[in-house]
């Protein structure tokens, strides 16, 4: 796969959160991915994600940098959002905030199967 191809795949796959598009999930990400080293499953990781749009309704993946090295992606991504009640252990309660997220995925088999994921929740806590 071309770094361009995967670029693509992983442009479709933000495309497919931003939808909330469940059912087409398995089409990007592997039935055995792991995220921050814990082993969840499709089934998991989909419930993580559908917690993250519960909690912050307003949630949309915005990717601000992009590189792509085959099999891995690393992605920066930017978020401007008002989560509900505690997020990352904060109160921020409806509070407008923006953030950033830095994430590697490694793919297998043009599926993601690893992710690598760090919250710069220090901007969170100067916004609060």
């Known amino acids: 796969m071309t770094p361009a191809e995967l670029a693509h795949i992983y ?9 909330q598009d469940w059912p087409e999930l398995g089409q990007f990400v592997h039935d055995d991915v792991a995220h921050n ?16 749009f519960r909690e912050i309704p307003d949630l949309h993946f915005k990717i601000e940098l992009l590189v792509s090295e085959p099999p891995h992606i690393a992605s920066r991504l930017k978020f401007d959002c008002a989560p509900v009640g505690l997020f990352l252990g904060l109160a921020v309660n409806g509070k407008r905030v923006s953030f950033c997220e830095n994430v590697f995925y490694e793919f297998r088999g043009g599926k993601i199967r690893q992710v690598w994921s760090a919250i710069d929740k220090a901007a969170i806590e100067a916004q609060l």
């Not at 442009?11 to 939808?19: G, P, S, T, V």
């Open 37 to 52: 080293a814990r082993s969840l499953g499709l089934t998991g990781y989909r419930a993580m994600l559908e917690r993250d």
């Open 11 to 19: 442009r479709d796959y933000i495309a497919c959160l931003n939808l």
